[in-house]
């Protein structure tokens, strides 16, 4: 699909307090104020006042994980890993991911999250059920050679990208090594020059578990982020999902090469990971930050308004200092303000025409501050609209064709021995 043509005005949506409208062209916003209004004869949504607002960014996830969803709960990362998702993952079809992709997309659709950055199988099916869905994602597909196999996977990843690079402009590329003990060094730095020589995101899990620091140190005689930054790895357009177990000085290794952490607070707590992101201090250090919902399998949901709540409150606890993380700034993070490489979308004429509409006269936001009721109060539920390049992918709270998505979804599950 490519980016929408025809015009679409929204009108009497509510911004910043104001009655506005917006009109979108070409997939742009072409204007937002309170003159604009609709031609005659074009796409017209009336919002009876509903609340406008930029869409979300969900800066880490599998999306396919979907068909996960409640398979292997409450164990510990690597048993998790080694004796859920693994055997399973090794008899995946690309038709398994188009479908468990086709699936998250929807439900992210209908939790206002338009733009994701995704590490899973097959990322060229990934890539198709995106632009079927008519999403936004960076999308790479997981390297590791821990046991052996580093060329064929560079031939894969090589692949990966050149199948990538057809798509529209939905679809950005990374290349997402899985994390620093699944990929060997030589991997890693092969990964950090062949990113940048195709323009493409580095995206890795790292410093998920305090296990992980301590191998590192002792394989390779430094801290995770040392060690990355030796490699070559860490620049402006690192991705580094987690980072629990961040010391101060890698904060500010990370801010000095300008690479971006995504925060995933609810994996990380069902995980059990043993702290959270050091957000406080990432804060000071000046650290671009995203927050993210990991995978299906770990989370479960992939409502990213809910966990924004998990966010400020394990923020705001492990701190205890109530006022970290306040309810604007998560907001701020929750939709790629905090993070440019993320690709947020503001809400800007020339900007893409990616935007919400809440549901109007919600109870969850009728008083008060309007970002501690989104925080605070609301969940993805909220969410009545949702557009992304002038295309309106969810209008009234339905997604078209969400029963048949879900039906091939749990027909893929179950074919691999899931649900
Ligand atoms: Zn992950």
Not at 123 to 138: F, I, K, Q, S, W
Not at 204 to 231: F, K, M
Request: negative net charge; contains cysteine; proline residues 6%.
């Amino acid at each position: 699909m490519s980016e929408g043509t025809a015009a679409l005005t929204i009108v009497d949506a509510t911004l910043d307090g104001e009655r506005i409208g917006l009109r979108c062209e070409d997939g742009l916003i072409a204007a937002l104020g309170p003159e604009v209004t609709p031609s005659p004869g074009e796409e017209t949504i009336d919002a009876a006042g509903a609340p406008l607002l930029p869409p979300l960014l969900n800066g880490h996830t599998h999306a396919a994980m979907t068909l996960f969803r409640g398979h292997g709960d409450d164990l510990p990362l690597m048993r998790w890993l080694r004796e859920k998702v693994w055997p399973i993952e090794a008899k995946l079809e690309p038709e398994d991911v188009y479908w468990g992709v086709r699936l998250a997309c929807i439900e992210m659709i209908r939790t206002g999250t338009t733009r994701f950055w995704d590490m899973y199988w097959h990322p060229a099916e990934t890539a198709r059920a995106v632009e079927d869905a008519g999403l936004r994602a960076t999308i790479g597909g997981p390297l590791f050679d821990a046991a052996g196999g580093t060329a064929e996977m560079q031939e894969t990843a090589l692949r990966n990208l050149a199948e990538l690079e057809k798509c529209g402009p939905l679809v950005e590329r990374a290349l997402a090594p899985h994390s620093i003990y699944m990929a060997s060094e030589e991997l890693l730095r092969w990964t950090a020059v062949t990113a940048a020589e195709h323009g493409a995101a580095f995206h890795i899990h790292l410093s998920e578990t305090e296990q992980e620091v301590i191998d590192c140190v002792e394989a390779h005689g430094e801290r995770p982020v040392a060690y990355l930054d030796r490699l070559g790895a860490l620049g402006p357009r690192t991705v580094l999902a987690h980072g629990v177990h961040l010391n101060e000085e890698e904060l500010e290794l990370i801010a000095e090469r300008g690479s971006t952490v995504v925060t995933n607070p609810v994996a990380n707590m069902k995980l059990a990971v043993g702290g959270a992101f050091p957000y406080p201090a990432a804060r000071r250090a000046g650290v671009a930050v995203g927050i993210g919902t990991d995978g299906a399998g770990s989370n479960n949901s992939l409502d990213l308004l809910s966990d924004l709540k998990t966010f400020a409150l394990l923020q705001k606890h492990t701190a205890n200092d109530p006022t970290v993380a306040d309810a604007a700034e998560a907001w701020r993070i929750a939709t790629g303000e905090r993070a440019p490489l993320l690709g947020a979308t503001p809400l800007q004429p020339g900007a893409p025409a990616d935007f919400l509409l809440l549901r109007p006269r919600s109870p969850e936001l009728s008083l008060g501050d309007l970002h501690a009721g989104l925080v605070y109060a609301a969940s993805g539920s909220i969410v009545d609209t949702t557009v992304v390049a002038g295309r309106v992918l969810m209008r009234g709270g339905e997604v078209p064709g969400s029963e048949e998505v879900l039906a091939r979804a749990v027909e893929r599950a179950r074919g691999l021995g899931l649900g």
